[in-house]
Nanobody, 119 residues
Framework: QVQLVESGGGLVQAGGSLRLSCVAS????????MAWHRQAPGKQRELVAS???????NYTDSVEGRFTISRDNAKNTVELQMDSLKPEDTAVYYC?????????????WGRGTQVTVSS
């Protein structure tokens, strides 16, 4: 019932910054958690950062201190500010949402946006 659209990916040199955005639309009662995952070539998909509707955040160790996740509940958007980017941050980044529609709890994923960091 929820669709997610990511934007903001691109090519950047090491040490640079990018800001990813994700907009949720569709039919839902409540989005409890929004998050960013990433998958690099040949690697397992991993959780990068998550944020609850009340602003509780979590980061994977490799990005803590460099990435910042934020959320606008009124606009149903989530952002990921990425600073001090490293080549190992290169991956497809996916926006995810855990949401309720009526009494059902569901997850959905966006199509992903490519982030490439050159050295």
């Amino acid at each position: 019932q929820v669709q997610l659209v990511e934007s903001g990916g691109g090519l950047v040199q090491a040490g640079g910054s990018l800001r990813l955005s994700c907009v949720a639309s569709g039919r839902f009662t409540y989005i409890s958690v929004m998050a960013w995952h990433r998958q690099a070539p040949g690697k397992q998909r991993e959780l990068v950062a998550s944020i609850t509707s009340v602003g509780t955040v979590n980061y994977t160790d490799s990005v803590e201190g460099r990435f910042t996740i934020s959320r606008d509940n009124a606009k149903n958007t989530v952002e990921l500010q990425m600073d001090s980017l490293k080549p190992e941050d290169t991956a497809v980044y996916y926006c995810t949402a855990t949401y309720r529609f009526l009494l059902r709890l569901s997850d959905t994923w966006g199509r992903g946006t490519q982030v490439t960091v050159s050295s």
